[in-house]
């Protein structure tokens, strides 16, 4: 065994790699709870592990650079939404007390091998995979005491192939039917030839909104304005982090003390490893590519660069990227297409962005210290901030997780704005002053709306927005219908009779029922109640959407022959169930997870 390991060490490790991967995926997500952090979330009272988290979200982060703060916290919470998936169907698999057999175990090593072990040397035969080797592999007892395999044999048993039978269990119901396949089938395939008229909405004046027009909706379809997810909205005061004048001289100097080392006999490349913020070009030693002509930059780099002799270093310039100090690495003449010469240049630079410094970011935090402070004494929040300048505006309505759009991802947002019994109960009116890379911000509570509750407050912009455009669909149905008569005299449709008639577009198009149609949309009910009713020959109509309304004429429908809907019944039949099983765990799952209680800390937890 230990001569094998010898001769098979970077197997040996990469496999152990690799089932410490799969082990953090896997294990139970109740265990090692350690620390005293407050748990990442909850699932039904259960903990989820701190130390599980961080490492995967590490693991992840570790393939990803770059990354935006608002692409860092969405990464969060997509991974602890896999984290509560996760937790459900262990939990699942727990209480139906699924379990692998060896038989199911070994089949499962020999049909769906471990992932990237076809591409081991060991296994191949003139570069290809030789499942030969790999099951004279599988056919040694030793394979089973490798420390992979050890943890491999554990995920089989306790989380694939459990989870596979599950799957199982759930999709046993579903069986798509040859009539259900005939008729996606005909809804696909059947294919009307047609024109379509349809009203330009710019030309159909929006109708105003009464209160009582509102109330009324409101009051009818009441449970049409359930609230799913706990809201909230907030007052805020923002101010943009921007460099100082004296954190611009500050870079300038230091830009200089550079430019001096070079100067007396630094490397140039050295340097621009160690100091330029360029991430494109400072592993490189600051070089920018081969050689390339004017235009190339922007503006204040470019007439730099190219008035540079060849090995001459600029003194430091500033640009909308900050400070750079720039080296010519040679120019050169090149004819172009056309015959005429044009000068290229070789270069490489220092960037030294211009960033607000702690002390600048401090005096901005003082500022909303001076308004918190005032609001907590028993000032307006609104009236503190004009009396220093300052706008205070109020969000729109969020949920745990989203963020206000001006401002993008803030760090604690959600922790302040949703009650959280973690959370130490504080006295002040507003938030701790909070931040993120453009804006310092102070928060204060303008409202909250509990899941499960309907408000008209809330649902007012969307009522008057639905019945505006009611108003304009009705508009338009009405003039369609009124030039019915006009439609009818169009008997060739050219450049003249598409536009021939007021407020309207005529077009011809070839449609199907999971087509797409202008002023109808795709794929609907809409569409389709418009191509079942519509009478070959004559203008039908006028058909509405929530957008539009439009007068269709029929030219022709084509029909699948009953020998084309026999060679697609098989193929749709297959598809039908791959796509039916999917969606069956797909809807299982997200059912379990909504009739979970689940509590995400992820706001308060890295607050903390």
Same mark, same amino acid.
């Given at each position: 065994?230990?001569?094998?390991?010898?001769?098979?060490?970077?197997?040996?490790?990469?496999?152990?790699?690799?089932?410490?991967?799969?082990?953090?995926?896997?294990?139970?997500?109740?265990?090692?709870?350690?620390?005293?952090?407050?748990?990442?979330?909850?699932?039904?009272?259960? +903990?989820?592990?701190?130390?599980?988290?961080?490492?995967?979200?590490?693991?992840?982060?570790?393939?990803?650079?770059?990354?935006?703060?608002?692409? %860092?916290?969405?990464?969060?919470?997509?991974?602890?939404?896999?984290? %509560?998936?996760?937790?459900?169907?262990?939990?699942?698999?727990?209480?139906?007390?699924?379990?692998?057999?060896?038989?199911?175990? +070994?089949?499962?090593?020999?049909?769906?091998?471990?992932?990237?072990?076809?591409?081991?040397?060991? #296994?191949?035969?003139?570069?290809? #995979?030789?499942?030969?080797?790999?099951?004279?592999?599988?056919?040694?007892?030793?394979?089973?005491?490798?420390?992979?395999?050890?943890?491999?044999?554990?995920?089989?048993?306790?989380?694939?192939?459990?989870?596979?039978?599950?799957?199982?269990?759930?999709?046993?119901?579903?069986?798509?039917?040859?009539?259900?396949?005939?008729? +996606?089938?005909?809804?696909?395939?059947?294919?009307?030839?047609?024109?379509?008229?349809?009203?330009?909405?710019?030309?159909?004046?929006? %109708?105003?909104?009464?209160?009582?027009? /509102?109330?009324?909706? &409101?009051?009818?379809?009441?449970?049409?304005? &359930?609230?799913?997810?706990?809201?909230?909205?907030?007052?805020?005061?923002?101010?943009?982090?921007?460099?100082?004048?004296?954190?611009?001289?500050?870079?300038?100097?230091?830009?200089?003390?550079?430019?001096?080392?070079?100067?007396?006999?630094?490397?140039?490349?050295?340097?621009?490893?160690?100091?330029?913020?360029?991430?494109?070009?400072?592993?490189?030693?600051?070089?920018?590519?081969?050689?390339?002509?004017?235009?190339?930059?922007?503006?204040?780099?470019?007439?730099?660069?190219?008035?540079?002799?060849?090995?001459?270093?600029?003194?430091?310039?500033?640009?909308? #990227?900050? &400070?750079?100090?720039?080296?010519?690495?040679?120019?050169?003449?090149?004819?172009?297409?056309?015959?005429?010469?044009?000068?290229?240049?070789?270069?490489?630079?220092?960037?030294?962005?211009?960033?607000?410094?702690?002390?600048?970011?401090?005096?901005?935090?003082?500022?909303?210290?001076?308004?918190?402070?005032?609001?907590?004494?028993?000032?307006?929040?609104?009236?503190?901030?004009?009396?220093?300048?300052?706008?205070?505006?109020?969000?729109?309505?969020?949920?745990?997780?989203?963020?206000?759009?001006?401002?993008?991802? *803030?760090?604690?947002?959600?922790?302040?704005?949703?009650?959280?019994?973690?959370?130490?109960?504080?006295?002040?009116?507003?938030?701790?002053?909070?931040?993120?890379?453009?804006?310092? /911000?102070?928060?204060?509570?303008?409202?909250?709306?509990?899941?499960?509750?309907?408000?008209?407050?809330?649902?007012?912009?969307?009522?008057?927005?639905?019945?505006?455009?009611?108003?304009?669909?009705?508009?338009?149905?009405?003039?369609?219908?009124?030039?019915?008569?006009?439609?009818?005299?169009?008997? *060739?449709?050219?450049? *003249?009779?598409?536009?021939?008639?007021?407020?309207?577009?005529?077009?011809?198009?070839? %449609?199907? &029922?999971?087509? #797409?149609?202008?002023?109808?949309?795709?794929?609907?009910?809409?569409?389709?109640?418009?191509?079942?009713?519509?009478?070959?020959?004559?203008?039908?109509?006028?058909?509405?959407?929530?957008?539009?309304? *439009?007068?269709?004429?029929?030219?022709?429908?084509?029909?699948?022959?009953?020998?084309?809907?026999?060679?697609?019944?098989?193929?749709?039949?297959?598809?039908?169930?791959?796509?039916?099983?999917?969606?069956?765990?797909?809807?299982?799952?997200?059912?379990?997870?909504?009739?979970?209680?689940?509590?995400?800390?992820?706001?308060?937890?890295?607050?903390?």
């Amino acid at each position: 065994m230990l001569t094998w390991i010898s001769e098979n060490a970077k197997w040996v490790i990469y496999i152990f790699i690799v089932g410490i991967i799969a082990g953090l995926l896997f294990m139970d997500m109740s265990a090692l709870q350690l620390d005293n952090r407050p748990p990442v979330g909850t699932v039904d009272g259960e +903990k989820l592990s701190n130390e599980l988290f961080d490492a995967r979200l590490r693991q992840i982060q570790s393939q990803q650079t770059g990354l935006s703060n608002e692409q %860092v916290a969405q990464m969060r919470e997509e991974l602890f939404r896999s984290f %509560v998936q996760r937790h459900l169907i262990e939990k699942l698999i727990a209480e139906t007390k699924i379990k692998a057999s060896v038989h199911e175990m +070994k089949r499962d090593l020999r049909t769906d091998p471990p992932q990237g072990i076809d591409r081991e040397p060991m #296994f191949q035969t003139n570069e290809i #995979f030789d499942f030969a080797k790999y099951e004279a592999w599988l056919a040694d007892p030793e394979t089973y005491n490798i420390p992979f395999m050890l943890e491999y044999e554990n995920m089989l048993k306790t989380a694939k192939i459990p989870e596979k039978q599950l799957r199982l269990f759930i999709n046993a119901g579903f069986q798509p039917s040859s009539l259900e396949a005939k008729h +996606k089938i005909l809804n696909r395939e059947t294919k009307f030839e047609l024109w379509n008229a349809q009203g330009i909405g710019r030309y159909f004046e929006e %109708v105003s909104i009464s209160e009582n027009a /509102v109330d009324s909706v &409101f009051k009818a379809q009441r449970d049409s304005f &359930f609230i799913a997810d706990d809201l909230a909205k907030v007052r805020y005061v923002a101010i943009p982090i921007a460099p100082s004048e004296r954190d611009v001289e500050n870079t300038l100097e230091y830009a200089e003390m550079l430019l001096a080392q070079i100067k007396d006999g630094t490397d140039f490349g050295d340097i621009a490893r160690n100091s330029s913020e360029d991430p494109g070009s400072a592993t490189m030693g600051g070089e920018l590519g081969d050689y390339g002509p004017r235009g190339r930059w922007v503006p204040e780099f470019d007439s730099t660069a190219f008035a540079l002799d060849s090995g001459e270093i600029s003194n430091p310039i500033r640009t909308q #990227f900050g &400070f750079h100090i720039i080296q010519s690495l040679g120019k050169r003449i090149e004819e172009k297409e056309d015959g005429e010469e044009e000068e290229q240049v070789k270069a490489r630079h220092i960037l030294l962005t211009i960033n607000a410094a702690s002390e600048t970011i401090d005096s901005l935090e003082a500022i909303l210290n001076d308004i918190k402070a005032e609001v907590d004494k028993g000032k307006k929040f609104d009236e503190v901030a004009t009396a220093k300048g300052l706008e205070a505006k109020t969000s729109t309505w969020f949920k745990r997780g989203s963020e206000i759009p001006e401002l993008g991802h *803030v760090s604690g947002l959600s922790s302040y704005a949703f009650f959280n019994p973690l959370r130490p109960k504080e006295d002040s009116k507003t938030s701790d002053i909070l931040q993120n890379p453009k804006w310092v /911000v102070i928060f204060e509570k303008a409202g909250s709306l509990p899941a499960g509750s309907r408000d008209i407050e809330f649902a007012r912009s969307r009522i008057e927005q639905n019945l505006k455009a009611k108003g304009r669909v009705d508009a338009i149905a009405e003039h369609l219908r009124t030039n019915l008569g006009r439609f009818a005299e169009i008997t *060739v449709l050219d450049s *003249v009779s598409k536009t021939s008639i007021e407020k309207v577009t005529i077009d011809s198009a070839t %449609v199907s &029922f999971e087509g #797409f149609l202008p002023g109808l949309g795709y794929a609907n009910t809409d569409l389709y109640r418009a191509l079942s009713s519509a009478k070959e020959g004559e203008w039908s109509g006028p058909y509405t959407s929530n957008q539009n309304a *439009v007068l269709i004429k029929v030219l022709s429908k084509n029909v699948p022959s009953e020998e084309a809907l026999k060679a697609a019944m098989e193929n749709e039949l297959s598809v039908s169930w791959q796509f039916g099983a999917f969606s069956a765990f797909s809807d299982y799952m997200r059912n379990l997870e909504a009739n979970a209680k689940v509590v995400n800390n992820l706001d308060l937890y890295y607050r903390e």
